[in-house]
């Protein structure tokens, strides 16, 4: 599955932005989605997952009351909206794919078998 994420830019903090990750390539509801972030020197983090129905979802400790992921598989696509945004949650967001064998959502990057090529999030003070 071929993954393309776009809604990146520089926002202010306490401002909203959404996140799409489009799909293409593969039967996109076979997929548990998740998006990740990467600061500059840090490591990728996880942010958000979501099952491959909807009925599932998860997120990072950091962002769980401000971010929430939704998919629409008739449209390919999985979604991440960004509420209250601090300059801590600056990073590149990737969106990846992991072949869904249950509803459970894995935090660990290396459990995704598919990725997009991220978009940048800028949140100034």
């Known amino acids: 599955v071929q993954l393309q994420a776009s809604g990146g830019g520089l926002v202010q903090a306490g401002d909203s932005l959404r996140l799409s990750c489009a799909a293409s390539?593969?039967?996109?509801?076979?997929?548990?989605m998740g998006w990740f972030r990467q600061a500059p020197g840090k490591e990728r983090d996880f942010v958000a997952g979501?099952?491959?129905?909807?009925?599932?979802?998860a997120y990072g400790d950091s962002v769980k009351g401000r971010f929430t992921i939704s998919r629409d598989n008739a449209k390919n696509t999985v979604f991440l909206q960004m509420a209250s945004l601090k300059p801590e949650d600056t990073a590149v967001y990737y969106c990846?794919?992991?072949?869904?064998?249950?509803?459970?959502?894995?935090?660990?990057?290396?459990?995704?078998?598919?990725w997009g090529q991220g978009t940048l999030v800028t949140v100034s003070s």
């Open positions: 390539g593969r039967i996109f509801s076979r997929y548990n």
């Open positions: 979501i099952s491959w129905s909807g009925g599932s979802t």
């Open positions: 990846a794919a992991r072949s869904a064998s249950s509803s459970y959502i894995y935090t660990a990057p290396d459990s995704y078998n598919y």
